[in-house]
């Protein structure tokens, strides 16, 4: 009699539960699959990013013509001349009728990057010369057939593709960034004399100017603010002030010393007194001003922050263990000195309205109260120290932060430095650099896996304390070959914790169940630098850096910047709930949401892949899904024509005491997929013997 066994899929990787008790939603292997609220979903592709338009917003005007004299070629532009409407040509022009000579060809082309439309009847031009007139309004994507539409849709993907390109300079991007909605990159210049950041634009990658800056002695008690115009008393050389920073002393008893940023500079300054309009000899400067330069080399760390109250005065915060810590408020860039002989951070963080900065030797500084530009102990300044090299923070964990170190996890409690209290949480855990992310609570990876920062003073170095026990080999045989975590992300919107390892592989841990659910992926390039932020429209954004000097945008597209996404899930065997009976299987059904073009590939495998049971012939299947119920989803997102749940049925036909069915998905243009339900068919025979 004709039996089924339906199970959902989730539980992520398990890799260490025996065979027997392994729950049939669980994964046995897996690539390129993250586990998501439904199941389990294809990851989403990854593109490169420079502030043109994306490829994975791109599209085409299709275009009909007729009274032809000249051929519209491939990478032409061609201008409306009614409509002013201009988009560039995708593949040559397709004859149907006449003839060019003739003046009488009628034909259709693609174009990319319309701005505008094209209407009847008007003059279709290149450089101010009329080919043809157009006959009809253009369509986006209005190809007359299905095959010719995915042609043009793809070409226009690709020609998008191709006009972004790398961050400016040589070797990797050592760090990027979003501060209020711009993107930035840093990356070394050609020649390698400095560090150089770049800001995303519709034009591409743009060089931001740093600036200058000058170090001063007060002259008198005139106080020099951001807007004075500062005048050599000899050179009568001139720059703008955009901003002050007083190191020591104060205007007030004229003994103030620190150091002036300025803007495009007239003349040249020269060891000489300074004057401001009528107010003479305000200050001393022992030389000429000089460029604001980035050092080469390092990895950044950011922070966003507003100390000053002033809704026009939040600021990027950077380090990059190189050079200085600096502010940078979107087109004034200030050094940060702190005072150390080696004034070269590592890690950064704000806790309660101090600026906290990492430097080798594990030492911890922070600035004054509000006041990030100022390590002067009369300004609240102070200095703490964990005994070891510090990894990295975690701030605002129940009013506290947390100071990492290779093997140390320790807690800061209080305001200021008139009651700061710290206090060791464990000396036999820390986090290794660049693991450490909060998603809800502060988590880290170790030597043992990754860690929840809860369960940390609990269990130490035990295993039991880590929450990647169900793939504990993998992070085992990664660490044996050389594999090492250099990087991580938090996603929010998928309740996620992602892992990026040197290999360019990595693991994405979902939060949203009891127990975490990690899966394995590979993005075929090391991560460098990344971050998670947010847009204009409040939506995530994710960003990373490679070594070739592209930036990408990470869940975006459904490639991997244009090459196909190969990706598959296998199954833990399924004893249907009778471990020594043999079975008879014939069908594997399973349930998705997918769009109209998805294809899955399905396979089985029998006895725990038993050798002398061959597995089924390997089966390609079209499913659709992500259908909709009218009144209750929104146009273009789902596809009217599909079910509310994609079936994809595979006929199999094996015989043994389990079942494994393995997915399997290779595709560059469809839409990323979620795999949710499973249902198998079969019938009992006798008992294993």
């Known amino acids: 009699m004709l039996q089924t066994s339906s199970f959902v899929l989730q539980g992520g990787l398990n890799l260490v539960t025996p065979a027997i008790r392994t729950p049939a939603g669980h994964a046995i292997a897996a690539l390129n699959y993250e586990s998501v609220e ?86 279709l031009k290149v450089s101010g010369v009329t080919y043809a007139l ?40 050592r760090g990027v960034w979003v501060y209020n909605g711009a993107v930035y990159a840093f990356r070394d210049n050609v020649a390698q004399t400095k560090g150089v950041m770049h800001k995303a634009s519709p034009m591409g990658w743009t060089e931001q100017a740093l600036g200058l800056e000058i170090a001063f002695t007060s002259g008198g008690t005139y106080e020099i603010q951001a807007g004075d115009v500062i005048t050599g008393a000899t050179s009568a050389a001139f720059a703008t002030v955009t901003r002050v920073i007083v190191s020591s002393g104060d205007w007030t008893t004229g003994d103030a010393a620190g150091y002036l940023v300025l803007s495009v500079q007239t003349g040249t300054l020269q060891a000489e007194n300074l004057d401001v309009g009528a107010n003479l000899n305000v200050a001393t400067i022992a030389g000429n001003s000089a460029e604001i330069a980035l050092p080469i080399g390092g990895q950044y760390e950011f922070r966003n922050h507003n100390f000053y109250g002033a809704s026009d005065r939040y600021r990027m915060y950077g380090v990059n263990g190189v050079g200085n810590a600096f502010e940078w408020d979107g087109s004034v ?5 702190t005072g150390m002989v080696a004034d070269t951070p590592n890690h950064i963080a704000i806790f309660k309205m101090h600026l906290f900065l990492s430097f080798i030797g594990g030492s911890v500084q922070h600035s004054g109260t509000g006041e990030p530009l100022v390590f002067a102990p009369i300004f609240g300044a102070s200095e703490i120290a964990i005994g070891q090299e510090v990894t990295g923070f975690s701030e605002d964990y129940g009013q506290t932060m947390l100071i990492f170190g290779r093997n140390t996890v320790a807690v800061l409690y209080g305001n200021s430095v008139d009651d700061w209290s710290l206090e060791v949480l464990t000396k036999d855990a820390g986090g290794i650099e660049w693991t450490i992310q909060r998603v809800g609570y502060p988590i880290y990876h170790d030597d043992r896996g990754l860690r929840d920062v809860r369960t940390t003073a609990a269990f130490g170095d035990f295993k039991m304390g880590t929450m990647s026990q169900m793939v504990d080999p993998l992070l085992v045989s990664k660490k044996k070959a050389g594999i090492t975590p250099i990087n991580s992300l938090r996603v929010r919107s998928k309740d996620q914790y992602r892992l990026f390892w040197s290999d360019g592989s990595g693991m994405s841990f979902y939060m949203g169940r009891k127990v975490p659910e990690a899966m394995p992926f590979d993005l075929g390039m090391p991560v460098t630098c990344c971050c998670s932020s947010e847009d204009n429209d409040g939506d995530e954004i994710l960003f990373f850096g490679s070594e070739e000097g592209y930036v990408y945008q990470l869940d975006s597209g459904t490639s991997f910047d244009g090459q196909e996404v190969n990706a598959f899930c296998r199954l833990a065997f399924n004893h249907c709930g009778l471990p020594m009976q043999n079975k008879r299987f014939g069908k594997a ?3 998705a949401d997918c769009s109209a073009d998805t294809e899955l590939g399905v396979f089985a495998q029998y006895d725990y892949a038993d050798p002398d049971q061959p597995f089924d ?44 069915i393995t997915i399997v998905s290779t595709q560059t243009y469809a839409e990323p997929h979620t795999i949710h339900g499973l249902t198998l068919y079969f019938s009992y025979r006798g008992l294993k013997r």
């Not at 491939?74 to 409407?85: D, N, R």
């Not at 057939?145 to 961050?167: C, G, N």
């Open 134 to 173: 157009a006959n009809g309004d253009s369509v986006e994507r209005g190809a007359t057939t299905t095959e010719l539409d995915q042609s043009y849709y793809q070409d226009a993907i690709e020609t998008t593709r191709a006009l972004i390109q790398k961050v400016p300079g040589t070797g990797p991007v």
């Open 589 to 591: 059904s399973i349930e």
């Open 333 to 337: 860039f200030v050094k940060i000195r």
């Open 38 to 123: 439904r199941g389990y979903a294809r990851v989403d592709g990854f593109e490169r990013y420079d502030g043109h338009p994306k490829p994975s917003d791109a599209t085409y005007h299709y275009v009909i013509f007729d009274q032809g004299s000249v051929q519209i070629t491939e990478g032409m532009t061609v201008t409306g001349g009614s409509s002013g409407a201009t988009g560039v040509v995708l593949s040559d022009a397709i004859l149907a009728l006449g003839s060019y000579g003739g003046g009488d060809a009628e034909g259709y082309f693609a174009v990319s990057g319309v701005v505008g439309q094209f209407i009847d009847n008007e003059p």
């Open 617 to 660: 012939v390997f089966q390609s299947l079209s499913v659709s899904g992500s259908g909709g119920f009218w009144d209750e989803a929104n146009w273009d997102e789902f596809y009217w024509s599909a079910p509310v749940e994609g079936v994809a049925e595979a006929y199999i036909d094996g015989f043994g005491q389990n079942c494994s």
